[in-house]
């Protein structure tokens, strides 16, 4: 796989006949390893062992139903205490560009989970974004920030 503008991460992987699987942390099983896929883990592990997202509040594949139809948000982390989505994260492959269609796919995601902060990446290039929900503005940030930085008002 492609090397990622992430930390190193322990990436467990075996083999399935043919398929080449990778184990989620989150989700403790193994999955098929795909480019978006490997973006996932590596960020997961990011967030968990250098921005201090604790595991317990965070899933993977987290569903979510728009317009009668059930899609599936990448990873969602839920605030402390009140279990209310906090961040939703979406994963592209390293090779799919980070466009207006991106933004536009979670915020969909987030017209139904109206969490606080967006971040998007695929693996090269990350984005975290700030929902001002009083101002009706989103603020993109220059960092992914720490779990204990995430304002929940």
Sequence with gaps: MISLNLPAADIKTT?????????????????ALTPEEWV?????????????FPSALMMNEVGV????????????????????P???VEYKAPTVAITEAVFRQIASYNYALR??????????????CRMDYA???????????????????
């Design 15 to 31: 083999r399935e006949g043919e398929r080449l699987m990778v184990f989620d942390v989150l989700r403790s099983k193994f999955v």
């Design 40 to 52: 996932r883990q590596h960020f997961v592990s990011f967030l968990l062992h250098h921005k201090h």
């Design 65 to 84: 139903t728009l317009g009668g139809v059930t899609r599936r948000c990448d990873t969602v982390v839920y605030s402390r205490g009140t279990a209310q």
């Design 86 to 88: 906090l961040v939703i």
């Design 115 to 128: 969490a606080r902060y967006l971040f998007v990446s695929n693996g090269l290039t990350h984005y975290a």
């Design 135 to 153: 101002a009706g503005r989103t603020q993109f940030l220059q960092d992914i920030p720490d779990f204990a930085d995430l304002t929940t008002e």
